[in-house]
């Protein structure tokens, strides 16, 4: 059974750091490309930053460009998001996602395009 589980969520003051990890399990990362993906309360589900499968290739929202590092371990079956300088704008709900991609320097950018989900993890930016 294919899952993903993110952990590394929780309360930070403006500018702080957290790390997202994204564990994937019943499947080789090597043949998936990822993509994290966040949604605020009221708001749509977010494209943050998404990562080939030969993680080569990246691509992050303008919103958290320069702040937010996505890379991947392989060998780990993990998926990491690096998140400094942390805003209140920041704060939501953190998905990985995984889809099946036989290019292995392929960017996915549309939340449409993966079929494999987490359950999510709370960030929240507060003072």
């Known amino acids: 059974q294919l899952q993903l589980v993110e952990s590394g969520g929780g309360v930070v003051q403006p500018g702080g750091s957290l790390r997202l990890s994204c564990v994937v399990s019943?499947?080789?990362?090597?043949?998936?490309?990822i993509g994290w993906f966040r949604q605020a309360p009221g708001k749509e589900r977010e494209g943050v930053s998404c990562?080939?499968?030969?993680?080569?290739?990246?691509k992050y929202a303008d919103s958290v460009k320069g702040r937010f590092t996505i890379s991947r371990d392989n060998a780990k079956n993990t998926v990491y998001l690096q998140m400094n300088s942390l805003k209140p704008e920041d704060t939501a709900v953190y998905y990985c996602?995984?889809?099946?991609?036989?290019?292995?320097?392929?960017?996915?950018?549309?939340?449409?395009?993966?079929?494999?989900w987490g359950q999510g993890t709370q960030v929240t930016v507060s003072s």
């Open positions: 990562i080939s499968v030969s993680g080569g290739s990246t």
């Open positions: 019943g499947f080789s990362l090597d043949y998936y490309a």
């Open positions: 996602a995984a889809t099946f991609s036989p290019d292995s320097h392929r960017l996915y950018r549309n939340y449409s395009e993966y079929g494999y």
